[in-house]
């Protein structure tokens, strides 16, 4: 059965170098928090903005603020689980 539009062997289909992930897993950490830390000192000032000055999108405002909210929560569920992963090695026995 030959399915038109769909390549006749997977094996054909390959990974380009654009897609392949680059550097290392200690500089996607930094670089990952690095994001977060920018996302919660922008929602910061655009609250503080929006409260003091007046000036300002409540909805732009709210959404960065729930964006902030999700990296962060997202960075601390990364980090317990590496932290969970690191306690299990510890416990292996040699």
Do not use: C, W
């Not at 996607?28 to 929602?43: F, G, I, P």
């Not at 300002?56 to 932290?83: C, E, H, I, P």
Request: proline share 2%; charged share 20%.
């Amino acid at each position: 059965m030959n399915i038109q539009g769909l390549p006749t062997q997977l094996g054909s289909v390959t990974q380009t170098e654009t897609t392949k992930p680059k550097g290392n897993f200690g500089a996607l950490l930094k670089q990952y928090t690095a994001d977060v830390n920018h996302d919660v000192k922008t929602a910061a000032k655009n609250a503080e903005t929006l409260a003091v000055d007046g000036v300002g999108n409540v909805t732009d405002t709210m959404m960065a603020v729930k964006k902030a909210g999700l990296s962060f929560q997202l960075m601390m569920a990364a980090r317990n689980k590496m932290v969970d992963a690191y306690r299990e090695v510890m416990r292996m026995q040699v």
